[in-house]
């Protein structure tokens, strides 16, 4: 029996984990998959908006403003990659000069600071990559570039150090309410959790779970529309081909393809957006990745060579036809709360998301602060930015991370055996890939995945067969051949 049971294991469903574990609620959270972040969160822009193109008076509005914030504040505490890079929208028409005075109004009704309207030669000055074709631009100070693998594992991770039960791995295929008012959540392994308070915070699949309690007056039945977006990763030697996040003046579908650095120095490019209509569908295209590098080329005067890219990838985003974020208490199912409808900013939104639920709950079930709750979580000690002497320190601490295991990126095996042992570990190729990068350089695992399979075995104590590099499905060994 839990006091709340949170369903979805993305950055939204990890940061409402941390923010009701600062209370003295039984907590559990449910994931489908076999590791948290292997939604939505996995594969966006990482951006933190500023919060100027919100539509005033939105929930999505006043919650992207407010995450920044907290972003800010949670950074150190957590030990999250955040670098504040600023953004500059871009305007190519001298008729869109009119738009990019709108998104700025917007953004003083939103409550967003360090806001500026620049002329094209204004722009250049500040960010010399870009089009000579652009007329004008809007800069937002306040926007950012984050890790959004690092910051939901993050929130996780403090979530689980603070008391909160995570379940890996299991599909929930029911939601029923008893007379009792007590909601029994079944998954398709046969477990069954009981609790007083569910949160649906599952990204695209938020409909059904909706749709699992039947219909009637204050609980209609709920749609999402699955959103694709596709992007392109450049390597390093791309990564300071800006400095700053390169909008267009957005339209119908969103924001536009933007060109930006990452955290660790990559350049991405993305995303694209087609509304499909399967709920895993993440394939890439030619087509779209042809979109990606014109779309792009008409931001920078010099988009890199496509020998630079080191992988393209897609995600889904949440889309409602309301266009705002869904969050709230069933009228009909009492102690059932919708977190629906999450998609850009969601990222930046989260922590605040987090907040707004834990309000919710706080309304419904009561409790007390914890005394000893840990606010602050510290990653992985990596060898990346160490001096020599920092280096011989470390390896002297643990003999492990004198072993590269990961050349591209320069990952230890000390840092893939914290990857595993962490509360919330990886268990999965991807899993460690999404905390320490051993994968995501230039050859994208193609020398060190045999060996991080090695190492997952052995520390899970599992055959090297049972080893996936995602879900169930994604087998990487089918056995030997001798």
């Known amino acids: 029996m839990f006091d709340v049971l949170i369903i979805g294991g993305g950055v939204s469903g990890c940061c409402i984990a941390r923010e009701l574990s600062k209370r003295t609620w039984k907590v559990g959270l449910l994931e489908a998959e076999p590791d948290i972040c292997e ?26 403003v407010r995450g920044n914030a907290l972003l800010e504040e949670l950074a150190p505490k957590l030990d999250i990659p955040l670098k504040r890079n600023g953004a500059l929208v871009l305007c190519f028409e001298e008729e869109g000069l009119p738009k990019l005075q709108e998104l700025y109004d917007r953004g003083v009704i939103n409550g967003v600071k360090n ?20 007329k004008g631009a809007l800069y937002a100070g306040d926007s950012g570039i984050v890790c959004p693998f690092g910051l939901t594992i993050a929130m996780a991770e403090n979530a689980a150090e603070n008391g909160v039960e995570f379940f890996r791995g299991y599909r929930v295929t ?67 081909l800006v400095q700053h996040t390169i909008f267009q003046l957005p339209g119908a579908y969103g924001k536009g393809t933007l060109v930006t650095p ?7 490019i993305g995303p694209t957006a087609e509304d499909v209509p399967e709920k895993n569908a993440v ?51 009492p102690g059932f709360i919708d977190v629906a409808g999450i998609e850009s900013p969601g990222l930046t939104s989260a922590p605040a998301i987090g907040e707004y639920v834990a309000e919710l709950v706080q309304e419904i079930l009561p409790a007390a602060l914890k005394e000893n709750f840990k606010e602050v979580r510290k990653g992985i000690v990596t060898l990346e930015g160490k001096t020599l002497e920092e280096k011989k320190t470390i390896v002297s601490e643990n003999p ?13 095996e000390g840092e893939i055996l914290a990857a595993i042992h962490r509360p919330v570990g990886a268990t999965t190729l991807d899993g460690v890939k999404r905390r320490v990068r ?34 169930e499905a994604s087998v990487i060994i089918y056995g030997g051949v001798k």
């Open 262 to 268: 990452t955290v660790h120095g990559n350049l991405l």
């Open 400 to 412: 492990a991370y004198a072993n590269i295991i990961c050349r591209c990126e320069s990952i230890s």
């Open 174 to 240: 029911g939601v029923e309410q008893g007379d009792n008012g007590i909601y029994r959540v079944s998954c398709d392994n046969g477990l069954v959790l009981e609790t007083k308070v569910v949160i649906n915070a599952a990204g695209v699949y938020s409909d059904r779970i909706h749709n699992m309690l039947p219909e009637k007056e204050g609980h209609m039945t709920m749609e999402i529309h699955p959103r694709k977006g596709e992007y392109c990763l450049y390597d390093k030697q791309a990564g300071n």
């Open 115 to 134: 806001l500026k309207l620049l002329s094209g030669k204004e722009a250049r000055e500040l960010e010399p990559s870009i089009s000579p074709e652009v």
């Open 283 to 333: 394939a890439t295209t030619r087509a779209g990745v042809d979109k990606l590098l014109l779309n792009a080329s008409r931001s920078v005067d010099k988009l890199p060579p496509t020998k630079q890219v080191i992988t393209s990838f897609a995600g889904l985003r949440a889309h409602h036809a309301d266009h705002d974020f869904i969050i709230e208490e069933s009228a009909g199912y």
């Open 438 to 471: 051993a994968g995501m350089g230039r050859c994208q695992g193609g020398f060190c995945s045999p060996k991080v399979v090695e190492i997952l075995a052995r520390e899970l104590g599992i055959p090297v067969e049972e080893v996936r590099k995602s879900g």
């Open 39 to 64: 939604g939505t969160s996995k594969a966006n822009s990482g951006i933190a908006h500023a919060g100027f193109d919100a539509k005033p008076g939105t929930l999505m509005a006043k919650l992207n």
